[in-house]
């Protein structure tokens, strides 16, 4: 027998919101960085800050995007097995993995640049 203990919302971002954030990376990156995350069944509490969470924080029409940041440094993306980005992306640890092991000194200064990026596209759209 199987019992439930805890379950989490899946995570829905708001369409427009995720696309002017998409579109915000690829200024400030480039499009060759930037890459269209698969659905994938991994669960955070994100959920909780947007309409998932209502009955939590109260506030109505909160949207939401949510992203993947990027943290391993050239030497170990060139070695990753691939020619695509996916397939890159696919063969490499992810966090919370032994393996994983971002490099900080990219890997801070890109999700600021990402951060901030995203909250101004968000807060003032072009």
């Known amino acids: 027998m199987i019992s439930t203990v805890s379950g989490s919302h899946p995570t829905r971002a708001d369409h427009g919101t995720a696309a002017a954030v998409l579109?915000?990376?690829?200024r400030a990156?480039?499009?060759?960085?930037?890459?269209v995350w698969p659905p994938?069944?991994?669960t955070e509490d994100f959920p909780l800050y947007g309409p998932a969470g209502l009955s939590l924080h109260g506030v109505e029409g909160?949207?939401?995007?949510?992203?993947?940041?990027?943290s391993v440094g050239p030497r170990q993306w060139a070695d990753a097995p691939g020619?695509?980005?996916?397939?890159?992306?696919?063969?490499?640890?992810?966090?919370h993995a032994p393996e994983f092991r971002p490099d900080p000194r990219l890997t801070v200064?890109?999700?600021i640049t990402a951060l901030t990026s995203a909250a101004?596209?968000?807060?003032?759209?072009?």
């Open 23 to 26: 579109r915000a990376h690829e």
């Open 29 to 35: 990156f480039g499009p060759q960085r930037v890459a």
């Open 40 to 42: 994938s069944l991994a």
């Open 62 to 70: 909160i949207r939401t995007a949510y992203w993947m940041l990027g």
């Open 83 to 95: 020619d695509s980005a996916a397939a890159k992306l696919a063969a490499l640890p992810p966090n």
């Open 109 to 111: 200064p890109a999700g």
């Open 120 to 126: 101004l596209a968000h807060l003032d759209p072009p």
